[in-house]
């Protein structure tokens, strides 16, 4: 079992920034997937940055490309999700996921990842 708690969410105005963080804690597997879903009310889960633990491929959606960056501290079992340029379609609930390491890639399904924090708020004004 992985356990995730996120935190850094909160209220910003358009054109702002957020770090979003994601401790890890219990049977964290080598090699695997871990990122950040976003869900806004009305609207399905989407994938918004996906890393491989220990490096290699990473996943952005195109809508956060050049804006989001996702970043991971193994020494702490941290990720990270350093939000720039926030617009106000950024705001949804946004959680973090992890997988037990069968993945061969890093998709944005949802439905392939076993493990998923409480989720943290973020919301952008106009």
């Known amino acids: 079992q992985v356990h995730l708690s996120e935190s850094g969410g909160g209220s910003v105005q358009a054109g702002g920034s957020l770090r979003l963080s994601c401790v890890a804690s219990?049977?964290?597997?080598?090699?695997?997937?871990m990122g950040w879903f976003r869900q806004a009310p009305g609207k399905e889960r989407e994938g918004v940055a996906i890393v491989r633990r220990g490096g290699g491929s990473t996943y952005y959606a195109d809508s956060v490309k050049g804006r989001f960056t996702i970043s991971q501290d193994n020494a702490r079992n941290t990720l990270y999700l350093q939000m720039n340029s926030l617009k106000p379609e950024d705001s949804a609930m946004y959680f973090c996921?992890?997988?037990?390491?069968?993945?061969?890639?890093?998709?944005?399904?949802?439905?392939?990842?076993?493990?998923w924090g409480q989720g943290t708020q973020v919301a952008v004004s106009s």
């Open positions: 219990g049977d964290t597997y080598d090699n695997s997937c």
């Open positions: 996921a992890a997988e037990d390491g069968f993945l061969r890639a890093c998709a944005p399904d949802p439905g392939a990842y076993n493990f």
